[in-house]
């Protein structure tokens, strides 16, 4: 079994949410904050076996897309302050950042 966590931004996840619904696939939705932009994404975390992964990632590739986005970050979160920029920048962001991790026992009761 595997937990997939994607990290995608607002615009998509009601898309990926109901997709994911329609294809009978479970997950929970985190709300998420990005840690250079400080801007609100959406944290995804889908546990499935391990024979629906590439599913699972079709389907969040074509739910998400890139976009360009225009920000000036307003301070440095914690004291990462080398990535902090003073001044707008313009990033590509998404379409989702995926991580795949084994799980070592999964339970409900
Ligand atoms: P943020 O950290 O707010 O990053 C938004 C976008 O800013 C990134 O898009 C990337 O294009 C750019 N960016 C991030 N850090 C940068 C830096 N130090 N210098 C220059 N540009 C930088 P994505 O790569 O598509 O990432 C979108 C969001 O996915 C991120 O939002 C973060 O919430 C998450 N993410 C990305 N990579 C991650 C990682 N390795 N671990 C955990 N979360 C990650």
């Given at each position: 079994m595997k937990l997939i966590l994607a990290v995608v931004q607002d615009k998509d996840s009601p898309r990926l949410a109901q997709n994911l619904v329609k294809q009978g696939i479970r997950a929970t939705k985190l709300a998420s904050t990005g840690g250079f932009l400080h801007a609100g994404n959406t944290t995804f975390m889908i546990g499935t076996q391990d024979e629906q992964v590439e599913q699972v990632l079709e389907l969040i590739k074509t739910s998400c897309r890139a976009r360009d986005q225009v920000v000036t970050p307003m301070s440095p979160m914690g004291?990462?302050?080398?990535?902090?920029?003073p001044y707008p920048v313009t990033v590509q962001v998404g379409g989702a950042t995926v991580f795949v991790l084994d799980i070592a026992q999964f339970a409900q009761f």
């Open positions: 004291s990462q302050l080398e990535s902090y920029v």
